[in-house]
């Protein structure tokens, strides 16, 4: 417990509030949640499933509408054939990423993660009992780990390899071939793969791809909290190989019961066309807001050593404003009314000359972000 | 993970979805889940919070409004002042009860459990590297821990003692007095006491009573899933003594980042007297199956050896019956259609020869499940 820090974004968050109270008027780019709403198509089905009493526990795999669905949904989108029986839905992708850690790792056990990289995973290894080991990777690879590298790092303790694509902070998105060539790698040494899709679908320059494609051997976890816009309802899920179903379900019935109900019904028509269609267009209107980024960001002095290919967030270097990233971001927040991440949460190596803007505000917005910025700095 | 046992409840409810596949019709008696979908109110609200778009994150701690309005019942309904700042909503009391777990417990201390128990509280005490030490209890002593038992129980190692009341299987409210000496033998210990009143409300001969009565150093775990109804909701609480509400707020940013919000707006409304009208209503109809189960179960061989006071179980023993409690449950399953939990699932002594019964249906299926369960026994 006590190796587990607090986030910075969330001392940020609260100073921001603070601001808030006192009449400021904050901009944030520092949250890690679609400024939209959910889609009009997903709530209606949740005021439905209301309207229809749906208020009782489900199984705790989910219930078996939803894992269809999304087995159809892989095989729709990535032409990947996914059995029902290898999908669980847990309580947002956060719950996922627990049970499979508690599902592998026994005590002592080794699990290489990326750096920069999402800060709880670390602690989602250690309350299983594991060792967090990092990867670190640098924006001249396009924050990508390499084959050699995870080659390099593997020990006889090492269980695991996680790897999200697309990447928080850094955006980055691992290409079908680098991924298959890791999956190979990571079965002759016997170590499990587990794919953090949690930002798949927010994908911008480049084909999607899901590592579901790669074969039956690979964990891969997703939620519908970012593309599919479903936050605050909690909603993940993780396909596992086949012999990891049972034990699974098995933590699923100790930790979770069930996942919530409504969100599960609500979720079903996630998939529908109509609701693609909303998540599509939003999709695109992320595009606008990080290519206006990639363009302005630079003249302001923030760096971006290599374009992110997907999720919502920029992570740029910011060497040249001469301070370090947590005082910059609070300068920022005091004088322009602008909140940031210092790279702190998200890094070892590059903690104090990153900070990380989430593009989760509309673009009028945004544009008056960089301007407050742009005066401040 | 491999300690972790499937719950035989699970297997039971297995069989009984096969044999419905068949057409079988089956009354279940196995289910820890009221039969009554969530009150009319809460579901209201939860639609509003809908059509509003209340579908954002929330504070890992959950809303304040929530929060104070919990405050608020504890001062009403049990005279018991509770900052709202010592409250933490959370994912279900199963949620609960993994963080208090994980904020207390360092590898190798010893958690105090009653036997007959939940199942679960083993594993999430294990899970947090703990070592659970039972408190065996016999229906001659009302299925209660003294506090002689604890103190002879306790070692170096001894972290907290986890009582439930009601508890589950065996229905046992612990009376005031009873908590209160508890707690001062426990602070005289220097260990923690968690109380967790998952059935608080459902109490049916004594008044009602909250730990949280009993001071700021007691964990009190609630939850919105029996007495008000919110199962598929996943929605519960906990009250920490004031030190342990930032350890808890951490961990809760790092492992659910958000407790359910649509959930969190419609339970802002479980306090009102219009839904508590509902709850109160509900509890006298689990009264009164309870009281005819008390009248009816001894003539069929169910030996009721206390009384239960509380949820809505009935822990039965079974001897007279002839057979162990796996075979009897398999045998009253298959032959009358009725499906119970053996008693392995709660507890080491009294596995073999009691099985629980939830009155969780509703009167006529009652009479008939106790028509179905004599013509075979």
């Known amino acids: 417990m006590a190796q587990i820090e607090p986030f910075h974004v969330m001392e940020m968050m609260r100073r921001a509030a603070e601001l808030e109270t006192q009449g400021r008027d904050i901009l944030h780019l520092e949250v890690g949640e679609p400024d939209f709403a ?44 996914v059995d029902p029986e290898r999908i669980q839905v847990t309580v947002g992708a956060s719950g996922a990423l627990q049970m499979v850690c508690w599902s592998l790792i026994n005590p002592g056990d080794e699990v290489l993660l990326v750096d920069p990289g999402y800060p709880c995973n670390q602690n989602f290894v250690r309350l299983a009992g594991g060792t967090p080991v990092l990867l670190p990777t640098s924006a001249s690879n396009g924050w990508k780990c390499t084959p050699e590298q995870i080659d390099a790092a593997i020990t006889s303790k090492t269980r695991a390899l996680l790897i999200a694509s697309p990447n928080n902070p850094t955006g980055t998105v691992m290409s079908r071939q680098q991924l298959t060539d890791i999956a190979r790698l990571c079965e002759g040494h016997k170590i499990a793969l587990i794919v953090d899709e949690i930002y798949g679908g927010l994908i911008y320059d480049q084909a999607d791809f899901s590592a579901c494609e790669l074969g039956s051997e690979v964990f891969v976890i997703n939620s519908f909290s970012k593309y599919f816009g479903m936050t605050g309802w909690r909603l993940g899920w993780v396909v596992s190989p086949e012999r990891f179903v049972r034990p699974l379900e098995k933590l699923a019935q100790n930790l979770v019961i069930s996942p919530p109900t409504i969100s599960q019904f609500a979720a079903e028509v996630a998939f529908e066309p109509a609701t693609i269609a909303i998540l599509e267009q939003r999709r695109q209107q992320f595009q606008q807001r990080r290519d206006y980024l990639l363009k302005t960001l630079p003249n302001l002095g923030f760096k971006i050593e290599s374009c992110p290919g997907g999720a919502f967030y920029i992570f740029a270097e910011i060497t040249q404003l001469q301070r370090s990233s947590n005082d910059l971001c609070q300068h ?16 070892r190596d590059h ?27």
């Open 332 to 347: 920022i927040l005091e004088q322009a009314g602008v909140a940031l991440t210092p790279g702190l949460d998200f890094s």
């Open 351 to 377: 903690a104090d000359n990153h900070v990380r803007l989430a593009y989760t505000i509309d673009m009028a917005d945004l544009k008056t972000a960089v301007q407050r910025i742009a005066a401040v700095v």
């Open 38 to 81: 959910t889609a009009e198509p997903i709530i209606a089905a949740g005021i439905s499933a209301l309207q229809a009493a749906e208020t009782h526990y489900t199984l705790a795999r989910g219930r078996i509408q939803l894992r269809q669905k999304i087995s159809n949904w892989y095989q729709q989108r990535y032409h990947a054939s």
